[in-house]
């Protein structure tokens, strides 16, 4: 294994960017950026991990936040499960560890939001613990290097990446061998356009020697992406604004958005002054509608939003709205909203 590991060590210590959690061995902020970089390029990433990480330095200061304020800071990262696992997985921190990080892989592990991959990275970047940390990039080096090519998200394909990946780990050094590999293939075995012309394991490497590089690694399962159409309600009452805070399991669960109403299809424009709740509020004296935005697309992992705004004047809000917050204009940028809503608010200048 010496002909792989070490020319991606070497290229490693040569082209490695400098990044604050890899200055550190604290356990609670590498964790902090592993979550944030999950499904995050860290050129975004970034900016989110050096807020939060100032202003919550440790456990006990993010486990004795609230919420909201976490969310604050996270948004427009979205998946926005990963802030509410951090925020539990703090407080269960604080309970059962007195505040402080767990140090066995097992007990990282059990922490809310904690997979393998992300109990690998922090045990052996952290405490140097003999843990393999196979992601996204580590898969796509293994596969094509050692040319396998079965589908990397079935059970098989899991368990043979993860065998491989264990038996090439240095248990010297677990946590440099693992940087150095997710580092190789974020930067030079990229998914498109790899830099295999100055790869320094090109002439061992099985995909590049049988020009398969664009075929691997393989998936077995394509995302499927379903639709779902959303009309929000601009409601401006006395320099007001009408939110409320998303309950149930959603993916925008307890972050803050404008009334809502769901349909099957995107109502024309024609069809929106129909929607129970544009009635009402027309139908309010001295009302105006301002405007109907055009449809505005957002893409996730497994749905596509797609979003129209009403913007409603309504001088009077009848006991229809009693369930909703009413928030000044200049206090709105307080609450955290799904990307999709806080950059129309902010193109129309409410943020």
Known sequence: MDQFTRPVYTWYSQNFRHLPWRTTRDPY???????ILQQTRVSQGLPYYLRITERFPDVRTLAESPEDELFKLWEGLGYYSRARNLHQAARSILINYEGNFPETYESIRQ???????TASAVASIAYGLPYAAVDGNVIRVLSRYFGIRLPFDTQEGRKVFGDLANEILDRN????????????????????????????????????????????????????RSSVYYTFLLVESNHSVLIEQRKGKGIWRSLYQLPLIETDTLPAEEEVMLLRGVTELLGTPGSQLLKISRPHTHI?????????????KCPVL???????????????????????????????EWL
């Open 300 to 312: 996730l992992t497994h749905r596509t939003i797609v979003a129209r705004f009403v913007h409603i």
């Open 173 to 224: 050094d677990p946590g440099s061998h693992n940087q150095a590999l997710m580092e190789f293939g974020a930067l030079l075995c990229k998914p498109r356009k790899p830099g295999c012309p100055v790869c320094p394991v090109k002439s061992s490497c099985f995909a590049f020697l049988n020009n398969e590089v664009e075929k691997l690694p393989v998936r077995k399962k394509k995302p499927t």
């Open 29 to 35: 902020l590498i964790w902090i950026s592993e979550a």
């Open 111 to 117: 922490l809310k939001g904690v997979g393998d991959y």
């Open 318 to 348: 009848s006991t229809y709205w009693r369930n909703y917050i009413q928030v000044n204009k200049e206090e709105i940028s307080k609450f955290a909203f799904p990307v999709l809503i806080k950059n129309y608010l902010a193109e129309h």
